[in-house]
């Protein structure tokens, strides 16, 4: 069975600072990543996703992630946050049995502070 | 190009009552899914479409809820008798094929209240 695990509930951060949302997953077999971000009142949005290759993926609006199969891990990460990135984070993952079927973590919320 | 349109956006219900939700998928998308997302959670899958065919509704409680994608293109969920904990977002999504890599876009959802 797959599972994700969002390790922040909330993220609080300054306006252009920078940004790291963690996110953990288990799997017993090879996995593909993704974040989505949902702003509010609105279905979810892809930002990136890992299906193999280079570790380090890059999506929309600046955000990056990078796939640690060691640890298990496909942080998100962001040099510089704008207000507009105020919104909920999913992390989710796929299994490489080709059903299509998405496991979510939790969510995290990131509020960035003018 | 058109996105993922759901409707309606709200609906508010007294238990008991009868609800029903409908989607849209992007043109050209054989693959539909409905999720659950209650709040504070991330969304959990409750039914998938390849074309007309469903072919994972394991986590739908099949003895109130149904649903249904005739021809292969929109689909309408629907909740017969709505209880106090099915108030949650319904969110649709689609995606050209049900491969795990296959990105998948979704509509706004449907914000259900059950009073």
């Known amino acids: 069975a797959q599972s994700v695990t969002q390790l922040d509930s909330q993220v609080p951060v300054f306006e252009e600072a920078p940004v790291e949302l963690r996110c953990n997953y288990s799997s017993s077999v090879s996995v593909y990543l993704f974040w989505y971000v949902q702003y509010p009142n609105q279905g979810l949005q892809l930002l990136l996703k890992y299906l193999s290759g280079s570790t380090l993926v890059k999506g929309i609006n600046g955000f990056e992630a990078e796939f640690n199969k060691s640890q298990t891990s496909f942080h998100l990460r962001k040099p510089s946050v704008h207000i507009s990135d105020t919104a909920e984070y999913f992390c989710?993952?796929?299994?490489?049995?080709?059903?299509?079927?998405?496991?979510f973590g939790q969510g995290t919320t990131l509020q960035v502070k003018p | 190009e058109a996105g993922v349109v759901q409707s309606p956006r709200y609906k508010i219900i007294e238990k008991k009552q009868p609800v029903a939700f409908w989607c849209n998928p992007i043109s050209g998308h054989n693959t539909l899914y409905w999720y659950l997302q209650n709040l504070g959670q991330g969304p959990e899958l409750l039914i998938r479409y390849e074309n007309e065919e469903a072919v994972d509704d394991s986590q739908l409680p099949k003895d109130r809820f149904s649903a249904e994608r005739l021809k292969g293109v929109d689909s309408t969920l629907k909740i017969q008798p709505a209880e106090l904990g099915d108030s949650a977002v319904y969110l649709c999504a689609s995606s050209f094929d049900s491969y795990s890599t296959d990105t998948q876009y979704f509509g706004p959802g449907t914000r259900l209240t059950v009073l």
């Open positions: 989710a993952v796929s299994g490489s049995s080709n059903t299509g079927k998405l496991i």
